[in-house]
């Protein structure tokens, strides 16, 4: 046996987004070598707008922290666990009405600062075009894989991948809004007060708004997007906001302009629709326009955008963009052990693997971290029992971990965490969980699954909290 904290087997990890990272800091922590490969800057993925590890190139928000919703409930787990890209989420937050907001360039420079100054971990840019020979290997390079990389990958692989075209949203510069056409508040908060300013549509404004959106100039759509309308449908809160248009008159007042819950105090009473700007940092120097994904051309985009009120002079700092999503069919390729059918003591984690979302990404992460410690500190890598390894499926991690095991359908969209993913009781006259039963359930699972952990770890010096 190896030394406890003393792994000589080094790790490469190819990708330095969420995942990555959460891998690489965790594998370091456990005492393996780890040499993660990044190619920014030397190669842009056309989103990515600075050569920081763990950039945010969407949003800003990792979600929810109210633990009796399933991303509350995960970010508490992992929180357990210490998880260093949440404790740096934690560390960089800004207002945000509940959800983890964080300020996206100090969360970057905080873990790529972390990753730097480790000294088991060696940072390598530059473009990885093939697959590295050397195993352990975690593939961890997110939705904007090189193609040369992609196409390496798949070949050795007895599966396929989907892909698609994701939009990200725009965002202002808050010098030039009109703020007396705004008010603030948050939906459901008090009124008056909140994290968020809302722009209200009159009916006659929301119509005049949908109506341009509906004939705004677009990018040209992408191959493999028109063709898949089940990679559509499954990504539909993504869609861009001209496309939700395109479904019904009232999808947006339905959707992301929905007022409920947001009283506007000019008039005393909920508007017709609310667009709502959510600040970038913490000085609100910029605001995030929420729920606009969009492919219009950067010029429609400032045209029909000033369209909303407070924002008839906005200066753009970013326009909203797409970028090509590239992931694995998990249920067909992901191993018990985490590895990929095909390929022994290679591993696939994060957004690549089939998670969408921040923070199952950083989840994916952790559990890859996990199962390769596992292995990689026996004697015996090629022989792990995962499920003595990893959560249990009641908790927040293990249901995640189960939306990519195998199912009865043939298709596969990336997973988000949602109530449904946990398990139901059993038995023929048992009647579906209240969600206050699955949240204190999957308390009790992860608490006596990481306790354990932390007692083997103890005698071990090897995985704890």
Sequence with gaps: ?????????????????????????????????????????????GAHKTSFLSELVCSNSLKSLNSQTPHGLLKEELLKTGSPVIE??????????????????????????????????????????????????????????????????????????????????????????????????????????GDHWNAPMSPETYERFCEALLWGERVPPHEGVEDNPEVLRAFQACQPVESLVETGWRTLAF???????????????????????????????????????????????????????????????????????????????????LTLAGLPGVYATGQILGVEGYTESVAMG????????????????????????????ESALGALLSGLRPRRSSSFAPVNLHFGLFPGPSGPSARRLQREQIVARARRAFSGWWTARNAQGSRRSGVGG
């Design 255 to 337: 959707g992301p302009l929905r007022p409920v819950g947001l009283v506007d105090p000019a008039t005393g009473r909920e508007p017709f629709a609310v667009v709502q700007l959510r600040p970038e940092d913490a000085g609100e120097t910029a605001f995030n326009l929420v729920g606009f994904q969009t492919r219009l051309r950067y010029p429609e985009q400032e045209r029909i955008f000033r369209m909303i009120p407070g924002l008839g002079r906005a200066r753009f700092l970013r326009h909203g963009s797409l970028h090509r999503n590239t992931f694995l069919d998990a249920p067909v390729l992901l191993k018990p052990d």
């Design 366 to 393: 952790f559990l890859t971290a996990l199962v390769l410690h596992a292995a990689w500190s026996s004697d015996n890598p090629w022989n792990l029992d995962a499920a003595r390894v990893l959560p249990p499926a």
């Design 88 to 193: 740096s989420a934690m560390e960089a937050r800004i207002p945000g009405g509940g959800a983890l907001v964080v300020d996206r360039d100090v969360f970057a420079r905080r873990l790529t600062d972390r990753v730097l100054s480790h000294p088991r971990i060696r940072v390598e840019r530059g473009v990885v075009d093939r697959l590295p020979s050397r195993r352990p290997l975690v593939v961890a390079t997110g939705p904007l894989t090189h193609p040369d990389l992609v196409k390496d990958l798949t070949a050795h692989l007895p599966g396929g991948r989907l892909s698609f075209y994701d939009a990200i949203a725009p965002i202002v510069e808050a010098d030039s809004l009109d703020f007396d056409l705004l008010f603030r508040g948050d939906r459901h908060g008090e009124p008056g007060r």
């Design 1 to 45: 046996m190896r030394p406890p904290g003393d792994n000589e087997t080094p790790v490469t990890i190819v990708g330095g987004g969420l995942s990555g990272t959460e891998a690489a800091l965790r594998l370091a922590e456990w005492g393996h070598p780890v040499t993660l490969h990044e190619m920014r800057p030397q190669c842009s993925s």
